[in-house]
């Protein structure tokens, strides 16, 4: 089932106190529910002004489509695979302007697979996403088609279709714990710090960042990180109202296990410029 839909891009300045639905929308074919639809449609723009808009045509195309699975690593806890329910399977494009269609996500069935109908040609990398709260953590590990893994991005052509695509996820519990101290001075009062981290994934979409705020006390605490090498960064934000921040980033790396607590503390030396 398809509906045609709607999407204001840009409002209209109406001196003359006309209501504010005027102005331009794009035009444009959406999924009417959560099995998608097969095609996608050329993008139409319209002004609405003072009057009714007719004669409106929208071309619609047979788009490519990518069905496979997903996959939890290293899976034991039944709980944990029936927690997929939550996850959907969704094309992310490198290029922010670069449209997807209308069947850009997928829900995952029982078994684990899932299918992304009526997409554009074009480049696309395999992602994920969760709907709530679990107490599981779950991440991208890699992406395989025809059993390869797929560093980048995967190139659709017009219709294409693709039936072996294969999202390997990562259950993580590993945890990373540190002090925050300064050399050479205290911090403003209107300095924050947030630990962000950086684990290299199989795949350019699998890298994910988790990341902690830093306490009033020092501390932080980063939770449900799945297993590997990562890199954190600390970073200062303005919090207050004061002179403007020079605190640079402070970097480091670690290796983090599942069920093995981590300590990982930041040292800034406020002479230094660069650390």
């Known amino acids: 089932m398809a509906r045609v839909a709607a999407q204001r891009f ?9 209501p504010a639905h005027f102005g331009k929308y794009r035009l444009f074919i959406q999924a009417g529910n959560e099995k998608g639809i097969e095609w996608y449609s050329d993008e139409s723009t319209i002004e609405v002004a003072d009057e ?10 047979r788009g490519a489509s990518i069905s496979g699975v997903i996959t939890v690593e290293g899976l034991n806890d039944p709980q ?4 997929l329910a939550d996850v959907y399977a969704n094309p992310v494009s490198p290029d922010p302007d670069q449209p997807l269609g209308p069947g850009a996500a997928s829900n995952i069935d029982q078994s684990g697979g899932f299918r992304l109908s009526g997409l554009r040609p074009g480049e696309f990398q395999l992602g994920v996403s969760r709907n709530g709260n679990s107490k599981y953590t779950l991440s991208m590990q890699r992406v395989e088609v025809a059993g390869q893994s797929v560093r980048g991005a995967i190139e659709l052509k017009e219709g294409q279709i693709i039936t072996d695509a294969r999202i390997v996820m990562v259950y993580g519990e590993g945890v990373v714990r540190g002090q925050l101290k300064f050399q050479n001075g205290q ?5 924050c710090f947030i630990v962000v981290t950086d684990r290299k994934g199989e795949c350019s979409s699998c890298e994910s960042g988790f990341y902690a705020q830093v306490t009033a006390g020092g501390q932080y605490t980063v939770e449900g990180l799945p297993p590997g090498e ?6 200062a934000r303005q919090c207050g109202a004061g002179e403007q921040l020079r605190i640079p980033e402070v970097k ?6 599942n069920g093995v607590e981590a ?3 930041f040292v800034v030396d406020l002479n230094k410029k660069d650390q």
């Open 80 to 83: 944990l695979l029936r927690s």
């Open 263 to 265: 300590r990982a503390d």
């Open 230 to 235: 990562y890199e954190l960064t600390l970073h």
């Open 252 to 257: 480091q790396s670690i290796r983090v296990a």
């Open 187 to 191: 911090a403003p009062k209107n300095a």
């Open 52 to 61: 009714d808009v007719s004669g409106i045509e929208l071309r619609a195309h």
């Open 10 to 18: 840009r409002y209209k300045d109406f001196s003359a106190g006309l």
